[in-house]
């Protein structure tokens, strides 16, 4: 698996995957095979694999503790881009600059303290529309998991069933038409 390391990578550079939810990597895959969603690689073929992980020293943002430290980290990096004189990133809808950048802090923070690296960082994601009036849910929610440490990702499977996350194994994919008629 390649690493990610965009500067709209939300959770920082990483092998991102979606955690017990092959349905949403399914639906991912299939939208850029057929353009309706960028990815910097296309996706010829959509084709999902699941993944043994062991979150390892995970910063876990679903965890008040973990979201404390993003809190520092946000304050340490914003000082520092004042004093440069320069700008902080801003998130522009899925373009997550400043979330990235925050979380890029984090690392290096750790790196100069001598403080352990983060094998993993977890994270639950809004996606999509809200799934009724006035929801806080959305129609594509879900935890993500970045691996930073490969070593983390422990074996790879074909989630079942394979019919249904992966039909294109033994048959061609025929782009959808999405033009306009």
Known sequence: MNPSNNAWDWLGGGIYFWEQDP??????????????????????????????????????????????????AYTGLNKLVNESGETLPQNDGPKRLL???????????????????????????DEGHKVFPGAS???RHHIQVCVINPTMIKGYFLPLPIEEFNPYLNREFIKEDHSIR
């Open 23 to 72: 349905q949403r990597a399914w639906e991912y895959a299939k939208d850029v095979a057929n353009g309706k969603q960028y990815n910097k690689k296309k996706i010829k073929t959509p084709f999902i694999i699941g993944a043994i992980i062991e979150l390892g020293n995970c910063l876990n943002l679903v965890e008040s503790q973990s979201l404390s430290i993003l809190e520092a």
């Open 99 to 125: 979330d990235c950048a925050v979380l890029k802090y984090v690392h290096q923070s750790r790196l100069e303290n001598g403080d352990p690296p983060y094998d993993t960082i977890r994270s639950a994601f």
């Open 137 to 139: 849910f959305t129609s």
